[in-house]
C-alpha cells in the first residue's frame, strides 16, 4: 500500500524538523550550561606577571542581576572602542547596551583577587551559522594596566576550549582594520 501525499509531506515535515533539532543540539546545550568554566578549574585563576586574578562565568541571568558588572562592560568597551567604531560604522551607546543584554549572550568576568573589583570581561554566543555551530567571540576586553601580560591569550584559550568541549566546530570572531593592535594581537600572538 502506498503513502498517500499529506503522509509523505509530513513525514518530510518531521524529518526536516528532526534534522533541525539535531543541528542546533550543540548550540542548546552550551546555552543551557550554568557553569561554562566549571570543567576548566585551573582556568578559574590567573596568577603570571604579577596578576592575582579569578575569573568566573556568567550566563545572561547571572549578569543581568549584577548592574554594576553591566555598567563596567559598557563604559570599558567604550572607552577603549569608541574611537575605533567611530572610524567606520559610528558609535552607539543604544546598540552596544543592546547587544551586551541580549539574552544569547554568555560572559566571562575577571576580578582582581584582593579587590574582587572587574579588570576585564569576554562576551561570546553560541551560533549555527552556515551549517556550523561555532562559538563566536563578540567582544574581549580588558583595562589597559592588565593589557600586554599573557591575560588576553589566556581568555581566547579558555573560549577554545569552551568551544571544543560544547562541540563547536570552530571559534569565529571580527576584528575592525582600524583596531590595529587587535589586529596583531589575533594575527601574530594568536595566529588567527
Known sequence: MSKSK??????????????????????????????????????KSY???????????????????????????FDLTKKQMEP??????????ARKKKEL??????????????????VGFVHIRFLHEDDIPKLYLYEIQIRPEYQN???????VQICELIAQRNKMKCVELTVQKANREAVRFYTTKLKY
Open 101 to 118: 543584554k541580549d539574552d544569547n549572550a554568555r560572559y566571562i568576568f575577571v576580578f582582581d583577587r584582593q579587590t574582587r573589583s572587574p
Open 149 to 155: 601580560k599573557g591575560l588576553g591569550k589566556f581568555l
Open 6 to 43: 499529506s503522509q509523505e509531506k509530513k513525514e518530510k515535515r518531521l524529518k526536516a524538523l528532526e534534522e533541525e533539532r539535531q543541528k542546533n543540539a550543540p548550540i542548546n546545550a552550551a546555552n543551557q550550561c550554568e557553569d561554562l568554566l566549571a570543567p576548566f578549574a585551573p582556568f
Open 84 to 93: 575605533i567604531y567611530d572610524q567606520g560604522f559610528g558609535w552607539s551607546d
Open 47 to 73: 596568577k603570571r606577571n604579577n596578576l592575582d586574578l579569578e575569573i568566573e562565568y556568567f550566563t545572561m541571568e547571572k549578569f543581568s542581576k549584577t548592574p554594576e558588572l553591566l555598567n563596567f562592560a
